[in-house]
T-cell receptor, first 110, second 114 residues
């Protein structure tokens, strides 16, 4: 079963706008990761946040983690057409398995 | 450097046939994962290899599915007597040490069972 669930399922924004998506999970975690997937093929790792961290930045990406609410958010600032993709959160609730949500599909309109 | 490669990129097979999917992980990565992704869905964990340890096969959906990893490197996922519900993208990933580290994914094999 999927540990993480992303919200919303789909998001359409204008180029230059910010995109925010959320991930909720059910059990305690050690780490939470965000991945991007283009065209339904391989995933690309974006960022990893550990359970003792609350916020992390990487370029135009900002990730927050609230372990008390069992939730994380991914913010993409100043979106570009190339950001059009599906975004997945993944948690490591089990010893070594990553559990992926169903993803948020982001469309950036030119 | 070279990333994770998978072959074939696309496979169309008839129901009841066996298929083999190949994964070449990044050199030196000890952990290797297989996932399955159905259309519009998230990733479903299938199997995990770590070094010389016994693999975790708990995600394999039926005994028609099996996987091997030879020499701690290349892995083959075999599906016997394929069914239409096996149609999906099969993704392989490798990692340098395991779960606490990012996974590097291959481009996947799109399997279509007719």
């Amino acid at each position: 079963s999927q540990q993480g669930e992303e919200d919303p399922q789909a998001l359409s924004i204008q180029e230059g706008e910010n995109a925010t998506m959320n991930c909720s999970y059910k059990t305690s975690i050690n780490n939470l990761q965000w991945y991007r997937q283009n065209s339904g093929r391989g995933l690309v790792h974006l960022i990893l946040i550990r359970s003792n961290e609350r916020e992390k930045h990487s370029g135009r990406l900002r990730v927050t983690l609230d372990t008390s609410k069992k939730s994380s958010s991914l913010l993409i600032t100043a979106s570009r057409a190339a950001d059009t993709a599906s975004y997945f959160c993944a948690t490591d609730a089990d010893d070594y398995k990553l559990s992926f949500g169903a993803g948020t599909t982001v469309t950036v309109r030119a | 450097g070279a990333g994770v490669s998978q072959s074939p990129s696309n496979k169309v097979t008839e129901k009841g046939k066996d298929v083999e999917l190949r994964c070449d992980p990044i050199s030196g990565h000890t952990a290797l994962y297989w996932y399955r992704q159905s259309l519009g869905q998230g990733l479903e964990f299938l199997i995990y290899f770590q070094g010389n340890s016994a693999p975790d096969k708990s995600g394999l959906p039926s005994d028609r599915f099996s996987a091997e990893r030879t020499g701690g490197s290349v892995s083959t996922l075999t599906i016997q007597r394929t069914q239409q519900e096996d149609s999906a993208v099969y993704l392989c990933a490798s990692s340098s040490q395991g779960i606490a580290y990012e996974q590097y994914f291959g481009p996947g094999t799109r399997l279509t069972v007719t």
